[in-house]
Structures are given as C-alpha cells and as structure tokens.
C-alpha cells in the first residue's frame, strides 16, 4: 500500500447523509485519484487531480465531489445524490509516470 | 467504459502450474499494466508494457501484447498459493499530461496447495 492512507478502513452511514472520504499520501506525487469498485468488478474513475487545487471529473462522478487544496490529501466526498453509494473506494496517485500506487481502501456500506 | 476485458473470469490450479490470463481491449493505447489485488485490498502494480513492445519478464511473471490484436497475455510461471488473488489489466490511452488508466473487470486466481 505504500505511502497511501485510506481512514477508516470501513464507514457505514444512513442514506441521505453525506460522507467524506479521507486520502493522504507522503510519496510526494502530483497525480492522486479516486476509483469506486463494486464485487467482482473491475475499478471505475471517479475523480482524478494531476495538481493542487485542479481536479477533473471521471468516467462516473454523478453524486461525488472532491477538493485537491494540499499536495497530500484528495479528500472525496460521498454525497446523498449519490444513488447507490455501498462500494468500495480506492485512492492512488501517481508520480507522473504511468504507474499507479493504491491505498488499501474504504469499505463504505450505506443503509 | 470498461476499455479491458479479462478472460477468463476465474481461474483455478494446483501449485507449480503456470496460470496465464489475457485480456483485450478496444482502442490504440500507450502501455498496458497488470496489477494484483488481494481480496479486501488495494492493488498492486507488477509489470507495465508499451505498446511498442512484445514481451516483457519480471521475475515469475511474463507479459506479452499484441495490438494488431488489440490483446495481451500475462503469464505466472510456477504459481504459489501466495499467488491467489484478483489480476487487473488497465490501459493507458492517455493524451497531453493527463493519464488515466481505464481498468477490466479482472481474473479471480485460485492456487490451491
């Protein structure tokens, strides 16, 4: 998992309460992302920053929001809009090479 | 849009078989990438290919692409049960500065000891 830290390691919420979602990375990279995996599927791309305070929109950013004010942090928010937001989250970044590196992720169960 | 797709969906062998997954994908890319992801995890990148290569080898692992068949192989050669987890192909199809990887749905490896 590297120098990414996901917290907690499993949130569970009411609907119609938003959530946050918290990202930290200490490998000093620019790019850091946000992907959403439901069972037996593959990632999906939420949001992704490649610098601070820029962010761009991904392939199912619907019912999502995030900031990018630090180098470290890309907290992603988890909104009520969001119509079935049980998943399981994972954050990465990326030196600007083309590798990725991935935190251990969120569990996050909403009911 | 899901740019890769594994086959098969799950595979299962006795330990110091080889186990190989493909996966294809529909537009032209930069590279290519396997990454590993033990259940409840986040994944972990082995080996990236550029789609001006054919082959490349790291330790156990062998991959191979074919983009005039827009496909690649990932070979693991004397499989351990350590081994077992979720194997990921993503393309990079990336243009300017803004990369992005586009992920298929995996391959569920079993090694059983």
């Known amino acids: 998992d590297g120098g990414i830290t996901q917290s907690p390691k499993y949130l569970f919420r009411k609907e119609g309460q938003n959530v946050t979602l918290s990202c930290e990375q200490n490998?000093?990279?620019?790019?850091m992302y946000w992907y959403r995996q439901d069972p037996g599927q593959g990632l999906r791309l939420i949001y992704y920053?490649?610098?601070?305070?820029?962010?761009q929109k991904g392939d199912i950013a619907e019912g999502y929001s995030v900031s990018r004010e630090k180098k470290e942090s890309f907290p992603l928010t988890v909104t009520s809009a969001q119509k079935n937001p049980t998943a399981f989250y994972l954050c990465?970044?990326?030196?600007?090479?083309?590798?990725?590196?991935f935190g251990p992720g969120t569990r996050l169960t909403v009911t | 849009s899901q740019q890769g797709e594994e086959d098969p969906q799950a595979l299962s062998i006795q330990e110091g078989e080889n186990a190989t997954m493909n996966c294809s994908y529909k537009?032209?890319?930069?590279?290519l990438q396997w990454y590993r992801q033990n259940s409840g995890r986040g994944l972990v990148h082995l080996i990236l290919?550029?789609?001006?290569?054919r082959e490349k080898h790291s330790g156990r692992l062998r991959v191979t692409l074919d983009t005039s068949k827009k496909s690649s192989s990932l070979l693991i050669t004397a499989s351990r049960a350590a081994d077992t987890a979720s194997y990921f192909c993503?393309?990079?199809?990336?243009?300017?500065?803004?990369?992005?990887?586009?992920f298929g749905s995996g391959t569920q490896l079993t090694v059983l000891p």
């Open positions: 990465a970044s990326s030196p600007g090479t083309h590798e990725q590196y």
């Open positions: 490998l000093n990279h620019d790019a």
């Open positions: 920053s490649q610098i601070v305070n820029d962010f």
């Open positions: 537009t032209s890319i930069n590279n």
């Open positions: 290919i550029r789609s001006n290569e």
């Open positions: 993503a393309t990079d199809v990336s243009s300017g500065s803004a990369r992005q990887l586009t």
